[in-house]
């Protein structure tokens, strides 16, 4: 593995360097998002100052379908290759899709109270969510079980790596489903806005501010990755040093 990541999570003076630039530019995106999500953009017409959350749920929904894809994929390279770093980065890529989904559900369901007048409903959106948070924290789970039991090394051994990455894979049948309920059935939640077949129906500052967003909770899901890859790898036994080689005799 020889990719511009992984150099990234190496133990370094120049990888934490680059880390910490990574980590700043994330930072000055989010205060752009945040200004032109706060401030800059209009509220919605029908829904006012509430519409406002989209810049918060949105981002949190989409970056989480993306870290779902990051397991999906450094599962897959780790069962054709066996190289356990994949698996780190699987499961680092799983605790943010995690917290991505639940701040997804959290924001939503406030949104919906504003909206609708309601926590929660039986919709298909919100229950497929739900199945996908559950999905991925069984997947975490399975794999502190399965270390528990074998006394194997969470993110350093195949017995964890080889089940938590078929089980990951499964779990991604779940991100369609729940990116295309609002088109196979009924729901109270909108369809697609910036993806739709149609112009856009979205205000013009509107677009920029939620693109900022989605750039931003992008870069900061990336430096949170990278930053429990290292601390995963960190924690990893140092490996024995080579025995020194006593001189060969002549004569």
């Given at each position: 593995m020889r990719a511009s990541t992984v150099?990234?999570?190496?133990?370094t003076a120049r990888a934490a360097a680059a880390r910490r630039t990574a980590a700043w530019l994330a930072g000055g995106l989010t205060a752009a998002a945040a200004v032109a999500g706060g401030w800059l953009a209009p509220p919605d017409a029908a829904q006012g100052q509430a519409q406002r959350l989209m810049y918060l749920h949105v981002p949190a929904a989409w970056v989480a379908y993306v870290a779902f894809a990051v397991v999906l994929a450094a599962g897959g390279a780790y069962l054709i290759g066996g190289d356990l770093r994949w698996d780190r980065f699987a499961r680092a890529a799983a605790e943010v899709g995690v917290v991505l989904t639940a701040v997804a559900i959290g924001t939503g369901s406030i949104?919906?109270?504003l909206v609708w007048g309601t926590w929660w409903a039986w919709d298909p959106r919100l229950v497929s969510t739900a199945l996908l948070l559950c999905a991925y924290a069984g997947y975490l789970a399975l794999r502190r079980a399965v270390?528990?039991?074998t006394g194997a090394r969470d993110g350093g051994d195949h017995r964890v790596a080889r089940p938590a990455a078929?089980?990951?894979?499964?779990?991604f049948l779940l991100v369609p489903v729940v990116h295309f309920s609002v088109v196979w059935w009924r729901s109270l939640h909108q369809q697609a806005t910036v993806l739709a077949p149609q112009r856009p129906p979205i205000d013009a500052r509107m677009g920029?501010?939620?693109?900022l967003a989605v750039a931003a909770a992008t870069l900061v899901a990336f430096c949170m990755v990278l930053h429990r890859v290292v601390r995963l790898e960190r924690r990893l036994p140092s490996p024995a040093p080579a025995p020194e080689r006593s001189?060969?005799?002549v004569g």
């Open positions: 150099d990234l999570v190496a133990d949104w919906g109270h270390s528990e039991r078929m089980v990951g894979a499964a779990g920029v501010a939620l693109l001189p060969a005799r």
